[in-house]
């Protein structure tokens, strides 16, 4: 499931990983339950400004004209974008978290008891309401200059356990 700037993940790398694309959002029905996987980004109502560069980013026309330019500007602009998210990751005033009331909405209509989702980098449980929660995970750093994290969730008979990988 692509985040924020991996919206060009194409299917040749996709099948030289051997990973499966997901819709976001996807519903996952195990074990009694189904539960609603999102990256998160676009539950983030208030953050505005990501959210119309989101929108700019998935226009095929867009993406097309990307591509014909070189790699290094591709390099560069990604590099762009990169520094301008962790820019704004700094300004809490502008990071906004999930809506909680869109959370619902989605959940309702797709019948799910849970949202798991990252984005925010606000790793936590909250219920939503009774019997609904939404599960937020870590944002994956393993070998960067801030500490160490990579947490995972394993759904089984008995419910989600959250896990800490490579750390
Ligand atoms: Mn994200």
Redesign the pocket.
């Known amino acids: 499931m692509p ?2 700037r991996d919206f060009l993940l194409g299917s040749e790398l996709l099948g030289a990983c051997g990973v499966a694309l997901l819709d976001d959002p996807t519903v996952l029905q195990a074990h009694g339950r189904r539960v609603l996987l999102s ?3 676009q539950l983030c109502l208030a953050d505005v400004e990501y959210l119309h560069f989101r929108a700019q980013v998935r226009q095929p026309a867009w993406q097309a004209d990307f591509l014909t330019r070189s790699l290094r500007e591709r390099l560069d602009l990604a590099r762009a974008m990169r520094h301008a998210s962790r820019q704004h990751q700094s300004d809490p005033v502008v990071w906004a978290d999930v809506d909680p009331a869109a959370a619902l909405a989605w959940m309702r209509e797709t019948q799910c008891s849970d949202l798991v989702h ?2 925010t980098h606000r790793p936590g449980r909250h219920e939503l309401a009774p019997g609904l929660q939404r599960l937020v995970l870590s944002d994956w750093e393993v070998d960067g200059p801030g500490d160490a994290r990579a947490q995972a969730l394993r759904l089984s008979r008995t419910g989600f356990e959250p896990m800490n990988l490579g750390v």
């Open positions: 985040g924020n990256h998160g980004d990252g984005h």
